[in-house]
């Protein structure tokens, strides 16, 4: 058995390789299979691209044909028509039990960027499918990536990996806004400044509801662009402290160098509220609210970006916490794993035996019956009977030897020896 | 049901105990599918036998639970408790309710051992006695809803403090959000005081009937159990006064309020019940005012064998 990975990832390569080595979309995926099967017609191969990693997979029944990291780094050197030397320093290659438990670390979201992440393994499980719709799988790689599957959500199951969000967006609505309001399509959304922080806010508000949104800026048409997107509405600017009365979630992030709302004007706005529940995202740096708001009354709720990047450390820290449980899960399905790989390269060898030796024992009974016609049916099954189990003791031995030496590997020279002493040079 | 009959209190105490260290194991270490089955299974086992329980009082004394005895009711309390924790353990189990409900249900039980579990009196007449089964209804649901606020009450100034102040402490109780708390302590404010004014209104009416029969079965107005009722009730009255007409009000004020409102439920209905539990204190409803009327004059001892051994 021959697993290969050569994997060009965030760790090793900066985003521009990473970006010039991308398999970005399903029509450069399938040149790229096909290409592949070109030049190497016997060989498995799986492709994982994603913004964070490039990842190769190339797996061959036979443990010294097939093909080598240098055949791999080639094919991408000349689909891409990036020089190896290029990329060659910058990607990790890794082969057999390492390979394996390289793809099981990607499957459970170790190795990316953000720890316990859920897309990978929807990535994992996309390239996967589309390399046995291009014919890039085999016996192998389907074993591969099923089990990567499994033990991807043993890790989820078991583990505290995925728990806690990390991101400051997710955090702000997802573990505050929702330990405030139990449903956002009944919120007034107010959007101040129209940078990515507020957009990427907005993308988890819309996804749990949120549908009202008002986008206040001082440049009109970016705050126009950004209500386009999410459906919502750019109101004037001058009508902010009006807004602020009426809104439950307000999102704030402009370039402002001073502080944009004081404390005074704060509650000057609230006064014409009747007090209700607001959830202030303060995402500026520096600030756009006076801290101080957050002590107007018992119902506002100001979080800063300290206040949620704090959260996110906590969370990352519990979910590294889990790590060493997730790897020794990874350990022990790696190692169960090969064994189920080692014991199946057995398999055409004790077939082959057991064949080779039943062929020999019916050859013979035939032969016996012909000697003695006169032997009926009781009796010629109780001869069979006595030759089947005379067969399987014999096989045994070999067979167990050979079940033993798979655990470590495969029994490349007690299967030699088989072929060699049993099977007369049979390949 | 022979066995029935051996079920004590004690059994479904334990069980409940077990369910709460394993809420409170929980807490401290979320990823613990075992504690969560063992929460299931032992609240599970510890409702069965609560049940087995209350049928098997109901039945030794002749008269439905929440008319047998001041334990019982208290015991039906419990068990109204329990119900809903099992709900919300099935339908919510992301929450800690395990850790509000359970001390509360405890509680109830606990009080339960050293309250009177001899019968209160007897209502001869159908009519009478259908309207005291609804007086006491009203009442159990009605103080069921006061404690359902205060423990509303309490998550949202535990969720309230842990969103404001961002206590680590408390990060790992995992709350409803504020603005379902809000709903249920306000429906709970809302829907206590109907109930204990049905209540009192036909407590009331048992009174002047138990005055005008001439039954030798008469309730004094001066009850213990009637004055403390009326407190709450009162109590509760200013809550919801608060909730409907303060148009300012927020979420922590009438949290706070509920809270107050469950103080006074414990000690004024709930300690006189102690106390007359313990003989220091007459009142009607733990029967140790019945006259000869009583139908239940054997030794409370005998009538629930998870009081044996309780010092009185």
């Known amino acids: 058995m021959n697993v290969l990975v050569v994997s060009c990832n965030h760790h090793k390569a900066g985003v521009q390789l990473r970006e010039r080595l991308a398999f970005s979309n399903p029509e450069k995926l399938q040149r790229a299979y096909r290409q592949w099967h070109e030049v190497h017609p016997d060989s498995e191969l799986v492709v994982l691209s994603t913004c964070n990693r490039v990842e190769i997979y190339a797996a061959d029944e036979q443990d010294n044909a097939g093909v080598s990291f240098d055949d791999i780094t080639r094919f991408i050197s000349q689909f891409h028509d990036v020089p190896t030397d290029e990329f060659v320093d910058s990607v990790l290659a890794q082969s057999g039990m390492h390979a394996v438990s390289h793809l099981f670390q990607v499957a459970c979201s170790i190795d990316s960027m953000v720890l316990g992440e859920p897309q990978i393994v929807n990535q994992v499980k996309e390239a996967y499918r589309i390399a046995q719709l291009n014919d890039g799988c085999g016996p192998l790689t389907n074993v591969l990536f099923q089990h990567a599957l499994k033990v991807s959500a043993q890790v989820r199951t078991e583990t505290g990996l995925a728990d806690g969000r990390v991101s400051i967006a997710s955090v702000a609505v997802g573990d505050f806004g929702k330990s405030i309001f139990s449903r956002f399509d009944n919120k007034t959304v107010l959007v101040i400044g129209a940078g990515e922080m507020a957009e990427e806010t907005l993308t988890y508000l819309q996804s749990e509801g949120a549908c009202k949104i008002v986008v206040a800026n001082r440049n009109r048409d970016r705050a126009e662009r950004l209500a386009a997107k999410f459906h919502g509405e750019a109101v004037d600017y001058a009508s902010l402290d009006g807004w602020l009365a009426k809104a439950d979630v307000i999102v704030s992030t402009t370039g402002a160098s001073e502080t944009l709302i004081s404390k005074a004007r704060f509650v000057a706005a609230r006064a014409r509220s009747n007090c209700h529940p607001v959830f202030i995202l303060d995402l500026a740096a520096p600030r756009d609210f006076d801290p101080a708001i957050a002590t107007v009354d018992e119902n506002v709720f100001l979080y800063d970006i300290d206040a949620l990047e704090e959260t996110c450390n906590r969370n990352r820290k519990a979910r590294e916490a889990e790590v060493q449980k997730a790897m020794l899960i990874i350990a022990n399905q790696t190692q169960n794993f090969m064994q189920l790989i080692y014991h199946r390269a057995t398999g055409p060898v004790i077939h082959r035996l057991r064949e080779h030796w039943h062929d020999i024992s019916r050859g013979e009974l035939e032969r016996l019956y012909r000697k003695l016609p006169t032997l009926d049916d009781p009796q010629r099954q109780a001869i069979e009977a006595t030759i089947q189990r005379i067969v399987n003791k014999l096989l045994h031995p070999p067979l167990e030897a050979l079940k033993d030496e798979a655990k470590a590997g495969t029994p490349d020279g007690l299967l030699h020896a088989i072929r060699r002493l049993f099977l007369f040079g049979e390949k | ?312």
């Open chain 2, 1 to 312: 049901m022979g066995f029935l009959a051996q079920v004590q209190i004690y059994c479904f105490l334990m069980s409940y105990a077990v369910s709460l260290i394993g809420e409170v194991w929980l807490l401290l270490r979320r990823q613990s599918p075992l504690a969560r089955v063992v929460i299931i299974a032992f609240t599970a086992a510890g409702f069965l036998a609560h049940t087995a329980y209350l049928v098997t009082r109901s039945q030794t004394a002749g008269l439905p639970p929440l008319l047998s005895s001041q334990q019982d009711w208290l015991l039906v309390l419990a068990w109204i408790g329990v119900l809903l924790y099992l709900v919300l353990l099935v339908t919510h189990r992301q929450w800690a309710h395990g850790v509000f409900l359970l001390p509360a249900i405890l509680m109830l039980v606990l009080i339960a051992i050293f309250v009177s579990p001899q019968a209160t009196g007897k209502l001869d007449h159908s009519a009478v006695g259908r309207l005291g089964m609804f007086h006491a209804a009203s009442l159990v649901l009605g103080i069921a809803a006061v404690g359902g606020a205060a423990i509303s009450g309490l998550m949202y100034l535990l969720h309230h403090q842990r969103l404001r102040s961002r206590s680590v402490w408390l990060q790992k109780l995992t709350l409803p959000s504020l603005e379902n708390l809000t709903v249920v302590n306000r429906w709970m404010v809302v829907f206590s005081v109907p109930c204990l004014t049905i209540g009192l209104v036909t407590g009331f009416i048992l009174i002047f009937w138990s005055r005008s029969s001439n039954s030798g079965n008469s309730i004094r107005w001066t009850d213990p159990t009637i004055i403390t009722t009326l407190v709450v009730w009162g109590a509760m009255i200013l809550v919801l006064i608060r909730v409907l007409a303060g148009s300012h009000q927020t979420g922590k004020s009438v949290a706070q309020l509920s809270l107050l409102s469950a103080g006074f439920l414990l000690t004024t209905v709930l300690g006189p019940l102690i106390l007359s539990g313990s003989g220091n204190l007459s009142t009607f409803h733990s029967g140790s005012s019945v006259p000869k009327t009583s139908h239940v004059d054997k030794d409370p001892a005998d009538a629930d064998p998870g009081r044996k051994g309780v010092p009185q």
